[in-house]
Structure formats: C-alpha cells, structure tokens
C-alpha cells in the first residue's frame, strides 16, 4: 500500500531564516505531487504541484520554492521566511490529474 | 475560476440528531467532487469521490450525494467520534483541488 511521509513535524523559525519541509511517497512510482497550505481559519490553498521529475508549476507567487530531486521526494523551501509564512503545511500525492489525493500528516510552521 | 463554498461554518449536534452539511461549487469540467475528514491537527482523511449528478455514496452513517451545482453530507444519527471538520472538493481541469473552507462539526454525547 501507498505512505506519504512529511518531516518534521513541528517547527519553530525566526523571521528570515530558511525553511525546508520534506515529503517522500512510498508505494508508488510517478506520482503527482502537491503542497498544501492551510492558514488558520482559512481553506487549504494549493502552493505547488508536480507531474513529475524537475516539473515544478505554482499556483501562488510568494517567497516559497519546491522541488522535485527524486520520483518520489517534493522539497518545500524558503530562503527568508516571513511572519506570514506561518501555517499548517500538507505534502500530498495523487496517481493523476482527478484523481483521489491523498495527505501527509502535515507540519505546523510557526514564524516568530 | 473554480469556487467552492461550504455551509455551515460550524454545526454543533446532539448525539443521534441527523443533518446535512452543503457543498456548492462552481467548476468548469467537473471531474469529481471530493469529500475528506479532517481531525484537528491532522491531514485531511479522503472519505468519498462522486462522478455524476445523481450519483451517492454511503460509508457507515455518512451518505455523500451530487447534483449539478452541489453536494450534500447526510450524517445519520452522528456519534462524539463524527467530530471533525468536513471539507469538499471539486476537481476541475487543472490538476490540484479547490478546497471549500469546511465545515466544523461539533457533536455532543
């Protein structure tokens, strides 16, 4: 069966300093793969997609970067975090466009 | 541009008091409409998929439903552990979902 790890879990970081959240897939082979974020009290906003090796299309300018080294590996990045970076950030994979996606267990980012 | 909004924002039930949660969207190209539980702190866990207006779904006391321009979560006689928030999600064209902002469903023992 499929697995979907993201790391870590928790994470505390000053403003300025860079960020980079992990995600790898198990199970599978050339999955679609996403990042999530979801601000408090707002819906889950799609940030990145990618159908496959260094193909990286994003949805929303902002101070992010993702990339996309191995098959089943999506990197989230920041040189210079933001306060407004802070969030819940969900890594998930999908076999293609429309079909079911599935999420991480997410990571809380808490910009101070 | 696809747009999602769900309703209510907040439902609060006694144990056993069934309702509906709504979901209307507006997408071009339906492929399917998506509905996920999610705990807090948690990722979001996928509960159902719907193709087609008319089509229904059912796990234990859930019943997901679709029509042209909405989708509806019947839960039955909910239990404390149908605490959660709903979210629902049409896909579109593009390829990633548009999530509603979800409904936080509170169920009291």
């Known amino acids: 069966s499929q697995t979907i790890h993201q790391w870590p879990a928790t994470l505390v970081q000053p403003v300025g300093s860079p960020l980079s959240l992990e995600c790898t897939v198990e199970?599978?082979?050339?999955?679609?793969l996403y990042w999530y974020r979801q601000a408090a009290g707002r819906g889950l906003q799609l940030l990145f997609y990618s159908v496959g090796i260094g193909q990286i299309s994003s949805e929303v300018p902002q101070n992010l970067s993702a990339s996309r080294p191995q098959d089943r590996q999506f990197i989230l990045s920041s040189k210079k975090l933001l306060l407004s970076d802070s969030g819940f950030y969900l890594c998930a994979w999908s076999s293609g466009v429309g079909n079911t996606i599935y999420f991480g267990e997410g990571s809380w980012l808490t910009v101070v | 541009e696809d747009q999602v909004t769900q309703s209510p924002e907040a439902l609060r039930l006694q144990e056993g008091e069934s309702s509906s949660l709504n979901c209307s969207y507006t997408?071009?190209?339906?492929?399917?409409l998506f509905w996920y539980r999610q705990d807090p702190g948690k990722g979001p866990e996928f509960l159902f998929t719907?193709?087609?207006a008319g089509e229904e779904k059912e796990k234990e006391r859930l019943k997901a439903t679709l029509t042209k321009k909405e989708s509806f979560l019947h839960i039955t006689a909910p239990k404390p552990e149908d605490s959660a928030t709903y979210l629902c999600a049409p896909a579109g064209g593009a390829d990633g979902l548009t999530f509603g902002k979800g409904t936080h469903l509170i169920i009291q023992p």
């Open positions: 199970g599978t082979s050339n999955p679609n």
């Open positions: 719907l193709y087609s």
């Open positions: 997408v071009s190209g339906l492929r399917g």
